[in-house]
Nanobody, 119 residues
Framework: QVQVVESGGGLVQPGGSLRLSCVAS????????MGWYRQGPGKRRDLVAA???????NYAESGKGRFTISRDNAKNTVYLQLTNLKPEDTAVYLC?????????????WGQGTQVTVSS
């Protein structure tokens, strides 16, 4: 059993910043890739950024130059630093983690944290 919990969302003005955190816990043997996705109103869930256990990253074009993903493997935590936020960044931001528990690697999702960018 694995749980994934995001935090750090909130209301921010355009141009502002937020730091999102996501912690995985439970019956974890190894965590491979961790990632952030977002889903705005009426939109599909899209990748924002992902990071491997070794620190390799990839970003969606929408976030390049503004968002930074990082992780602390010892804490089973992934972060997403959001800067220069725009209204179009408003969405539920969801974290996932590819976790090995017992022989099988499964993807676990958190419930999401709301980011609202508005003046």
């Amino acid at each position: 059993q694995v749980q994934v919990v995001e935090s750090g969302g909130g209301l921010v003005q355009p141009g502002g910043s937020l730091r999102l955190s996501c912690v995985a816990s439970g019956s974890i043997f190894s965590i491979y890739t961790m990632g952030w996705y977002r889903q705005g109103p009426g939109k599909r869930r899209d990748l924002v950024a992902a990071i491997t256990s070794g620190g390799s990253t990839n970003y969606a074009e929408s976030g390049k130059g503004r968002f930074t993903i990082s992780r602390d493997n010892a804490k089973n935590t992934v972060y997403l630093q959001l800067t220069n936020l725009k209204p179009e960044d408003t969405a539920v931001y969801l974290c996932n983690a590819d976790v090995r528990t017992r022989g099988v690697i499964s993807t676990y999702w958190g419930q999401g944290t709301q980011v609202t960018v508005s003046s």
